[in-house]
């Protein structure tokens, strides 16, 4: 496994001169490539609601980083990744990353979240060439799948924390299509189990699994995937009607409808199971008050 020059080089120069500009990227009004990358969100220089494009040869030029990765179930085999670290794209858009949710969208609807503990501790970066070539002559996946326009992995990856069953997962999407900046506190906010609790509680254990595995196909509100039609208010309505059902189908969701598309967790015990059921309950209680 190697780090890139560019990104030591440019870590040393920060160091040694911690006065120095970060390199801004320039972003387009409109898209002109399916290549460009979209951007959103809390962005200097972006209205509220709007959209802006990222060229590739502008992400090309910052800084990058390279590795040989070895546990990206992404990649069958030891594979090359180059591309530029997670951090080095919010410093080079101007923005506050000591705050910021990176929030990670793909063409199916998939949504992963980079929150800032998250990149502090795995280093995530937005792939720009696979064994050194560029996305048109990127590799299918195992199944034929399309990596483009941009994944995202790690240099490595071991888990920072366990949750009853859940464990720390690696955020490895493909197919991403653009980035969105969000406050991470307004973010948790609005995902915090109604009335809170203390941290152990089967609730707030649950509103810890939720943030980092429910809510990549979950939406709620305006942060989430939509790969899913069942929303944060569908689920909350499940866990609280039938709690057994909605159980078994975290569990394995096979079982319940054979033409489920959600991962099943078989490693999920019954604690887990209960934790994410009474999470989901809070919010089915607290608009029956």
């Known amino acids: 496994m190697r780090s890139g020059l560019l990104l030591m080089g440019a870590a040393l120069f920060a160091t040694a001169f911690p006065g120095t500009t970060p390199q801004r990227v320039a972003l387009s009004a409109q898209r002109g490539s399916p290549q460009d990358l979209e ?3 809390e962005v200097p220089g972006v209205p509220p609601g709007q959209k802006r494009f990222v060229r590739y040869a502008d992400l090309s030029s910052l800084p990058q980083v390279t590795f040989t990765v070895k546990d990206d179930e992404n990649f069958e085999h030891p594979t090359e990744l180059s591309g530029v670290p997670l951090d080095a794209l919010i410093s080079a858009l101007g923005i506050n990353g000591a705050k910021e949710m990176v929030a990670a969208s793909a063409g199916d609807g998939y949504e992963t979240h980079y929150p800032p503990e998250y990149r502090a501790r795995h280093h995530p970066f937005l792939v720009l060439r696979i064994d050194g070539q560029e996305p048109a002559h990127w590799p299918k996946g195992p199944d034929g799948e399309n990596y483009g326009p941009y994944l995202i992995s790690h240099p ?3 888990p920072a924390f ?4 859940h464990k720390d997962t690696a955020q490895v999407p ?5 980035l969105r900046f969000l406050d991470e506190a307004a973010v948790l906010k609005e995902l915090l189990p109604p009335g809170g609790g203390a941290a152990t509680s089967p609730a707030m254990e649950g509103y810890r699994i939720a943030q980092q595995n429910c809510l990549r196909c979950h939406r709620d509100g305006d ?3 939509t790969k899913s039609p069942f929303g944060w208010p569908q689920m909350a309505l499940i866990a609280q009607g039938n709690p ?3 159980g078994k189908y975290v569990v394995r969701p096979n079982s319940v409808n054979p033409e489920a598309n959600m991962p099943a967790n078989p490693d999920y015990d019954a604690a ?3 934790a994410l059921t009474a999470y989901f309950r ?3 209680a607290a608009e029956g008050k």
Request: aromatic share 14%.
């Open 282 to 284: 809070s919010f089915a």
């Open 156 to 158: 490595a990856f071991t």
């Open 244 to 246: 057994a059902a909605f």
């Open 174 to 178: 493909f197919g991403v299509m653009g």
């Open 162 to 165: 366990h949750i009853l069953a």
């Open 272 to 274: 887990t199971v209960a």
């Open 223 to 225: 942060i989430g995937g």
């Open 39 to 41: 951007i959103s969100g």
